[in-house]
Structure formats: C-alpha cells, structure tokens
C-alpha cells in the first residue's frame, strides 16, 4: 500500500495549527474543484484533498496519522499500519459515523487507518450524499464524438466504472457497458439525460439519472461554436481575382461554392443552415485565405512581374497612411 | 468485476427545446421545492415565464445542470446560494471567452 502524506497535499508544514489546514484546505478545494478547474486531473486532486482534510481538520485523527511517524515519503510502497497504532485514541463524532451510502472514495490508505465507514461527511466530488434518501445519485460521464456525428446521429458504446456497495458492505468497482444513442444536432458541453442509468436507490427507491456530456473531439480542419462551424478555405490569387466555383468540404458532405470576382483574403461567407442541425440549424462559415504555392515557376514569375509593372496604382496599405 | 451488455438506450438532449416543470427539476437534482425556489431567487436558475404560478413554471433542460453544480459548490466548497449564483456566472463569462479565443487561434 501506497502512504500518503497529507500535509504534501495541502501543502503545510507539520506543526501547522488547525486554522492554517483550514485555510489551505479552502484555497486549494477552490483551485480543484471539478466544476471550476480546467486541469484534466482536477477530480483527482480533489478528492486527495478532501481525503487530507477528513484527516488533518479533526485532531484525533491528525494526532493517529502523526503517530505513523515521519519516516514514509509520500507514495512510498509497503505501508502497513502497526497492529496496534491506533491504540488509545478514541473517534468521536466525524469519527465513525456511517455515511449512509457506504461508496466512499477513499484511498486503501485512508481506509486501512480509519475504515471505510470512517468519513462523517464526505466532500468528494459527486460523492454521495443523500442522507436518508432512497432515491439513486444521479451519475455524470462524458462522451466524446465527432462533429461528423453531430450532423449524422451516431450510437456510442460506453464502458462506465462506478463504486457500489457489495454484499459484504464494502464498495467495490463495477464495470457496464451502455450503448447509447447521440442525436443528431448535440452541441458541445449538452448533456443527454438518461433516466434510471446512474445509481441504483436504497431500500428500493428509484435509480438516478445518468447525464452524459457531449465533447468534440477536436478537428483537424473544422471548428464549433454552438451550433456553428466554421473552416478555413484556401483559394488561388487567380481564384481571388477572378472568381470560381469551388468544393467546399463540410461534415455533412461537399458542396459548391461560388467565390465572387475580387475577393480578398480573409473574406468571411456564411452557408446558411449548413451548421449543425436543428431547429433553427447552425449556420457554416468558411473563412478564404489566398494561397501561393511554395515554388513559384519561371513562367509565373514574369506573369507576376506584368502583372507589377502595369497595376502599380493600386496601393493596399492605403488606409494605413503609407 | 462484472461486465454486462445492454441494450441501445436513447435519452433526452437537455436544451433549450426541452421544458420541464419545477418538480421534475427537483426530482432530477433530489432537492426539496424550497431549495429550488431559493436557487430561483437567486438567480442560478430561471423560469421560461415567471409571471404565472409556480405549480405552472417551465425550465430550460439546461436548468438541471446549474442547479447540479450550484449544488456541488455549495457543498465541497461551503459557498452559499449567492456565492454559488456569482461563481456560476463568472464560470459561463470564462466559457465564453475561451470559445472565442479557440476560434480566433
């Protein structure tokens, strides 16, 4: 077993008085809080959080953890507690009050010092905490697709592991795959409600709802903001100049596009209702962006240079004053 | 560990084209009436028309998700309805600012 250090994850000193883990506790639960950070391991580093605090903010618990000595690095294997380490400390209150669900989130650390059952309250994310309840918690996962599958519908198989609680009264993981349906027309961030899949009631009650949270996965040449996509077209100077009909791929498919005579780089066209569908559609923009080959040829060059010697009227950075 | 198949399942998108009512949007986040409404003055959340009685209010489905969060904050972070509501504003501010940094990089 792995030994944590507590003070390490909070990040004070050993001697530190109670208010000091108190504030640090704060600080960092706000810094990590899933629903605040955008650190992908913000889930993680919260719930280590949480677990320190349970330790360190009650002083019977803190006076047990400090027994083990300062000997153990953090993350240091082999950890077993001495048969007799808790011996003359009593847990009162925040002791061994049994949190009703039983699926905590603790560490095999924290519950071989304090038991499974240990935590009076429990501040982990989406941890349980319906009291008397029998109605399930309702569970989050996200699913991530592709902008393709916006615009098509798509079907996703999804393997979820959660904590229940097992005969024996202990929680353990389990693993179920879920085929689900993603609609046509889901935006990034949704969420799709699926009613009776998150966790199961107590003493009979209804389960919860799962909610899944729709992610793109990023693209290599489209991008979304709500319902609009939007995508980068390069064109000739001859196509700027000129004008011409051209493909444009979009996720839905490619479609004809008319880019009118004398447009510039950085001319921005809407295709009306080619974003993702719905009701009204999203609109599907397509930004052009003159493109010269890498290696001009002798040819284009000295059309390039007939082109110089008889348009030198034109000045471009007229607007700029020079 | 245990490992079962099940059958396709569909769900229901939570946007703006669905309404739910205030019980059901208690029901999906296991909060009495009281606590909801006490969201609602706060502003986390907000009926599509509050001019008519509260046994009559409909919700955007997006509703659930606030009020799941506001719950969250509130309990790991020991903010009240209030502090809730503002850092559930700020947050949607940072979002918006992000997605418009995404599309002009």
């Known amino acids: ?322 | 560990m245990e490992n079962e198949e099940i059958r396709v399942l569909s769900g229901i998108v939570m946007d703006d084209n669905q309404a739910i009512s205030l019980a059901e949007l208690c029901r999906c986040c296991s909060l009495p009436a009281e606590q909801v409404v006490t969201m609602i003055e706060n502003g986390i959340v907000e009926p599509i028309e509050s001019r008519i009685t509260i046994s009559h209010w409909q919700f955007r489905g997006e509703s659930v998700l606030r009020i799941q969060t506001a719950i969250r904050l509130k309990r790991d972070l020991g903010v009240n309805t209030a502090g809730a509501a503002l850092a559930l504003e700020l947050l949607d501010e940072v979002k918006a600012l992000r997605q418009q940094l995404s599309i002009r990089i």
């Open chain 1, 1 to 322: 077993m792995e030994y944590k250090d507590y003070y390490q994850i909070l990040g004070v000193a050993k001697d530190a008085p109670q208010e000091e883990i108190k504030r640090a506790y704060r600080k960092l639960a706000r810094k990590y809080h899933p629903d605040v950070s955008k650190e992908k391991d913000s889930e993680e580093r919260f719930k280590e959080l949480g677990e320190a605090n349970e330790v360190l903010k009650d002083p019977e618990k803190r006076a047990a953890y400090d027994q083990l000595g300062s000997n153990w690095k953090a993350g240091q294997e082999g950890f077993q507690p001495p048969p007799d380490w808790d011996a003359g400390f009593e847990f009162h209150g925040g002791g061994y009050t049994n949190d009703q669900s039983g699926a905590t989130d603790y560490s095999d650390f924290f519950e071989q010092l304090f038991g499974h059952n240990a935590a009076g309250y429990s501040s982990s994310f989406g941890s349980k905490h319906s009291g008397y309840r029998a109605v399930g918690e309702n569970s989050h996962a996200k699913v991530f697709i592709d902008i393709e599958d916006a615009y098509l519908g798509a079907s996703r198989s999804l393997t979820l592991r959660s904590t229940i609680v097992g005969e024996d009264g202990r929680p353990q993981l389990k693993e179920r795959t879920l085929n689900v349906k993603i609609p046509k027309g889901v935006k990034q961030g949704q969420n799709i409600r699926l009613k009776g899949q998150g966790s199961p009631g107590n003493g009979g009650g209804e389960a919860g709802d799962l909610y899944l949270e729709i992610e793109f996965n990023p693209h290599t040449i489209y991008q979304v903001n709500g319902q609009d996509v939007s995508l980068e077209l390069p064109i000739t100077t001859w196509e700027a100049a000129l004008g011409n009909k051209v493909q444009v791929p979009t996720p839905a498919g490619k479609v004809d596009l008319k880019i009118p005579a004398g447009t510039s780089s950085g001319k921005r066209m809407r295709l009306k209702g080619r974003g993702i569908p719905g009701k009204p559609p999203g609109d599907f923009y397509i930004t052009l962006a003159i493109v010269l080959p890498d290696k001009l040829g002798d040819k284009e060059i000295s059309l390039y240079k007939t082109l110089q010697q008889e348009t030198s009227s034109f000045n471009p950075r007229v607007k700029l004053g020079v």
